[in-house]
């Protein structure tokens, strides 16, 4: 049991360390009046989702969380 929680406290951190590390990026300065940086021509969206690390983070939750009962139920079986 404690070496499915060491690799389940893994993936958690490769899946948690880049949606951190994107989070702790300073935002550009400079900004025009409609939110773009002057000159790169790319209008701005505003996606209700993010970059979807929201989804992606809650998809690997469940999917370990499903992996987890597997888990327990073989063993509860064997």
Avoid: H
């Avoid at 958690?12 to 000159?39: H, T």
């Avoid at 996606?47 to 939750?61: D, R, S, V, W």
């Amino acid at each position: 049991m404690k070496n499915n929680i060491m690799k389940f406290l893994s993936v958690i951190v490769f899946i948690l360390g880049p949606a951190i590390m994107s989070l702790a990026q300073p935002l550009p300065n400079g900004l025009g009046p409609d939110g773009v940086l002057p000159g790169s021509g790319a209008p701005t969206v505003n996606c209700p989702i993010g970059n979807g690390y929201l989804i992606l983070l809650a998809l690997a939750f469940s999917y370990g969380i499903y992996k987890t009962w597997q888990l327990r139920k073989a063993e509860k079986t064997a």
